[in-house]
């Protein structure tokens, strides 16, 4: 069962993320953005160290790996945490990889790995999620479903829209001895999901 010291030491704050998805709320208007950010983008590689997105990097979704493992934080301008997370390519010691939008201004902290790698993010919908923000309508279909994950615990939100009311707050487990090892869900367009500390949540429909 993959749960290391550091990987449970997160899983009690949550405030691993802060929503950073587009302004808007509306489905329409987040997948022309995201369409729009995944043609103009390309893949930034960036390594241990501070780094400012709008210089660095550009703004805009992105799928985010690193070689080896290691600590990768985003903080906006005020200081806020936005991820909080351990990338781990081995998927042993934290995740493999995070999907998030990155806004102009966002410092990014690189610790404990040599290369981590920012590739443009194609949307598509999808049955199965892993850490990062998403939303309903955009990445996968509103509807009513369990949600499982396979290995790990990790945190599992679900917000009314970007900023909005918490809808569902739980710890996910695979084996049920840290939190929950399903959730059923109705999902309804615009709302937002956050997963932190799991590879894969999939969402199976009821």
Same mark, same amino acid.
């Given at each position: 069962?993959?749960?290391?010291?550091?990987?449970?030491?997160?899983?009690?704050?949550?405030?691993?993320?802060?929503?950073?998805?587009?302004?808007?709320?509306?489905?329409?208007?987040?997948?022309?953005?995201?369409?729009?950010?995944?043609?103009?983008?390309?893949?930034?590689?960036?390594?241990?160290?501070?780094?400012?997105?709008?210089?660095?990097?550009?703004?805009?979704?992105?799928?985010?790996?690193?070689? =080896? !493992? %290691? @600590? /990768? +934080? &985003? $903080?906006? #301008?005020? *200081?806020?945490?936005?991820?909080?997370?351990?990338?781990?390519?081995?998927?042993?010691?934290?995740?493999?990889?995070?999907?998030?939008?990155?806004?102009?201004?966002?410092?990014?902290?690189?610790?404990?790995?040599?290369?981590?790698?920012?590739?443009?993010?194609?949307?598509?919908?999808?049955?199965?999620?892993?850490?990062?923000?998403?939303?309903?309508?955009?990445?996968?279909?509103?509807?009513?479903?369990?949600?499982?994950?396979?290995? =790990? !615990? %990790? @945190? /599992? +939100? &679900? $917000?009314? #829209?970007? *900023?909005?009311?918490?809808?569902?707050?739980?710890?996910?487990?695979?084996?049920?001895?840290?939190?929950?090892?399903?959730?059923?869900?109705?999902?309804?367009?615009?709302?937002?999901?956050?997963?932190?500390?799991?590879?894969?949540?999939?969402?199976?429909?009821?």
């Amino acid at each position: 069962m993959k749960k290391s010291l550091l990987l449970l030491s997160s899983l009690f704050v949550l405030s691993n993320f802060v929503s950073v998805v587009a302004q808007s709320n509306d489905v329409a208007e987040i997948i022309e953005q995201r369409e729009k950010d995944y043609k103009d983008l390309e893949e930034v590689e960036l390594f241990t160290g501070n780094w400012l997105v709008g210089t660095d990097v550009p703004a805009g979704r992105y799928e985010i790996k690193g070689d =080896g !493992s %290691g @600590n /990768f +934080f &985003v $903080r906006n #301008e005020s *200081g806020s945490s936005v991820v909080n997370e351990i990338l781990d390519n081995a998927d042993d010691w934290g995740v493999p990889s995070i999907t998030v939008d990155l806004e102009e201004g966002h410092e990014i902290e690189i610790s404990g790995l040599n290369a981590v790698y920012f590739t443009p993010y194609e949307t598509e919908l999808r049955e199965s999620l892993g850490t990062g923000t998403w939303i309903v309508g955009v990445d996968i279909k509103a509807g009513s479903y369990i949600a499982t994950t396979e290995a =790990g !615990s %990790g @945190n /599992f +939100f &679900v $917000r009314s #829209e970007k *900023g909005g009311k918490t809808k569902v707050n739980e710890i996910l487990d695979s084996e049920a001895e840290w939190g929950v090892d399903k959730i059923a869900l109705n999902l309804e367009d615009g709302q937002e999901i956050e997963i932190s500390g799991l590879s894969s949540v999939d969402f199976t429909a009821r």
